[in-house]
Structures are given as C-alpha cells and as structure tokens.
C-alpha cells in the first residue's frame, strides 16, 4: 500500500521560507508524477505545483510561479518530493497535500491523483 507522509509545514512570517517534503513509500512512487494541492478554510483544494517522474518537466499555479520550487529524490524503495517555498504571503496560508498521480507525467487536475498525504499545515503571518 503506498503511504505519503508530509513534513515541514509550520507558521512563518510574511517573506520568510518553508520547505516541504512528502516522503512517499510502499510502492514504486519513482515512475509516477508527484503533486502539491493545498486547501485554506472555505475554499476549494487547488493546485499549486506538480513534477513529472523523471523530475525533467514541472508546473506551478500562477500564484506561486518565481516563488516556490518543486523538486524530487527517486531512490530504491522510497521517493522523495520537496516544495522549497520562499517569499511567502498571508494568502499561501492552508494545508497543503502532497499526492502521486497516475501515470509518469503530471497533471493540473486532482482527478488524477490516487494516493494522497495527511497534509501539512502552512501559516503564514502579516
């Protein structure tokens, strides 16, 4: 069964930095596409970064593109995706959820992603 587990999350002030990591396990998550969604209170779960399974092709929201960078670390039983999160603002607070996709390229939507972390949450102060 694969398991995802974050960590990193936290409360940092406005301009500071995160870095998140998803450990994922139980499964070969290597040839797979990893993502990040985060959710704030009332308000849908929205994409905010994804990376294909070689880590050569990757996508950000508008919201976060020049500020946060995804990245992975694909090892023998156990793969790694990091979100590096700097100048960050009030609005980037929420808990965000790392999640595998579907298939080896990533995809914006949550549809097509079938496993998914605990979530970590980010809170961001003015």
């Known amino acids: 069964q694969v398991q995802l587990v974050e960590s990193g999350g936290g409360l940092v002030q406005a301009g500071g930095s995160l870095r998140l990591s998803c450990a994922a396990s139980?499964?070969?998550?290597?040839?797979?596409?990893m993502g990040w969604f985060r959710q704030a209170p009332g308000k849908e779960r929205e994409f905010v970064a994804a990376i294909n399974w070689s880590g050569g092709s990757t996508g950000y929201a508008d919201s976060v593109k020049g500020r946060f960078t995804i990245s992975r670390a694909n090892a023998i039983a156990k793969t790694t995706a990091y979100l590096q999160m700097n100048s960050l603002k009030p609005e980037d607070t929420a808990v965000y959820y790392c999640?595998?996709?579907?298939?080896?390229?990533?995809?914006?939507?949550?549809?097509?992603?079938?496993?998914w972390g605990q979530g970590t949450q980010v809170t961001v102060s003015s």
């Open positions: 139980g499964g070969d998550s290597n040839n797979y596409a």
């Open positions: 999640a595998r996709g579907r298939r080896s390229t990533y995809s914006y939507s949550p549809y097509e992603y079938d496993y």
